[in-house]
């Protein structure tokens, strides 16, 4: 079994169960908070956020007298949620940070920042690239005797569910390089497992994504290029591991 060396001064050192269950109960608790008062912001903003959405399709039309309404919950719920999770990362790291080590720390206070900015990234990607591509291929099978008629909270399902997973998938290469770095993975294993990792990529785009073979594919293809990426910052951390020890 492996052995931690903790610090006799760890903050965590000496806490009972109980403490430990006091501790992990005022963290959910300001967690649970600090996710509604994202919600009651992204609600209170929910009019002009709904409105940029829709700069894309222009005009829709809701279908049933709640349409509109729920989807401002939708838009308030995904807002809180983006809102809220530094301070709910924030928390969960000061919860297990007295049985981390001081390497472990380092990788968290460098790797959080990092992968909220890699999420940022993916989802302004998505919207800026993937979702007008896609959006325009569906509209383009309107024929004259097929006119489209969308709902708001279809396309805006739509388009949360086809930019957010663009986020965490953009987390890939960043995961990848923490495991490089603490022995886990190396560049050889990457390659010789791609094709299988390929395969998992396909599956997990159609999980993630709408049930279209193009929505899957659009999300696919730069997962596939994220992964080629992984292997080359791999890379990059076998040769400085090498060069620290020659």
Same mark, same amino acid.
């Given at each position: ?6 610090? &006799? =001064?760890?903050? *965590? ?6 403490? =430990?269950?006091?501790?992990?109960? /005022? /963290? ?32 829709? $039309?809701?279908? %049933?007298? *709640?349409?509109?309404?729920?989807? =401002? +919950? ?13 301070? $709910? ?17 380092? @990788?968290?206070?460098? *790797? ?16 800026? $690239? ?8 569906? +509209? *383009? ?19 949360? /569910? ?34 299988? @990792? ?6 997990? &785009? ?14 696919? $293809?730069?997962?596939?290029?994220? %992964?080629?990426?992984? @292997? +080359?910052?791999? /890379? ?11």
């Amino acid at each position: 079994m492996f052995k931690r060396q903790r610090s &006799a =001064h760890s903050d *965590g050192a000496g806490m009972t169960l109980v403490e =430990h269950l006091a501790e992990l109960r /005022r /963290r959910i608790i300001i967690s649970v908070l600090a996710l509604a008062l994202g919600v009651v912001v992204g609600f209170y903003y929910s009019s002009p956020m709904v409105q940029f959405l829709l700069r894309l399709p222009g005009e829709l $039309v809701y279908l %049933y007298p *709640g349409e509109a309404f729920f989807v =401002h +919950l939708e838009v308030a719920l995904v807002v809180g949620i983006v809102l809220s999770s530094p301070v $709910v990362l924030y928390q969960v790291v000061r919860f297990i940070a007295p049985g981390l080590l001081a390497q472990e720390k380092r @990788i968290l206070q460098v *790797g959080l920042p990092a992968a909220l900015l890699m999420f940022a990234g993916g989802t302004v990607f998505a919207y800026q $690239v993937i979702l007008p591509l896609a959006y325009r291929f569906f +509209l *383009g099978f309107g024929t004259e005797s097929l006119t489209p008629m969308i709902s708001i909270g279809n396309y805006v399902s739509f388009v949360i /569910r086809l930019v957010l997973p663009f986020g965490l998938v953009f987390q890939l290469p960043l995961i990848v390089l923490l495991f490089t770095s603490i022995g886990i993975l190396s560049p050889e294993i990457l390659v010789k497992y791609r094709k299988y @990792i390929v395969l998992v990529v396909f599956i997990t &785009a159609a999980v993630l994504t709408p049930p279209d073979v193009i929505s899957q594919t659009f999300m696919a $293809v730069p997962m596939v290029l994220l %992964y080629e990426v992984s @292997i +080359l910052l791999a /890379r990059m951390v076998v040769r400085r591991r090498k060069a620290r020890r020659g």
